[in-house]
């Protein structure tokens, strides 16, 4: 089965992600925290990670550029969900290895179900909002 790891501080957030994608059929392991997202990460070696940019202990970008350049994380396919709205954040996020960047006041789950089965069936292909 798929495993997918969502880390964002959001606790409503991480219920409807995670909710979302069992119901898809995806195995979900949810992380509170950058810290607690690389531990978990390490542990579990998910399929792909949903990732929030603004967490407690350790920020999503520095998440990421952990997770990227670890030879064990770095080919982990990471989506990054986040209420930063500049354009700055998103291409800093992609450039450090996301495949995808959308923006929390403005997606819905259906687009987040339909990136990961793209990521997860075609490769790193991405779309933003």
Known sequence: MT?????DDDRMFRKVAETTLRRQGYDVATA????????L????????????????K??????????????LTSAI??????????EQDKQEALDLGAV???NKTTFSMSELVKQVE??????HKSCQS
């Open 100 to 102: 995808a960047y959308f």
């Open 77 to 86: 396919p990471v989506i990054v969900l986040s209420s930063l709205t500049q």
């Open 3 to 7: 495993r997918i790891v969502v880390a």
């Open 58 to 71: 350790l920020q999503g970008f520095d998440v990421l550029t952990i997770l990227k350049q670890d030879a």
């Open 118 to 123: 793209n990521t997860l069936t075609k490769g």
């Open 41 to 56: 990460i390490r542990s579990e070696r998910p399929d792909m990670i949903v990732l929030d940019l603004i967490m407690p």
């Open 32 to 39: 509170s925290d950058g810290e607690e997202a690389l531990q």
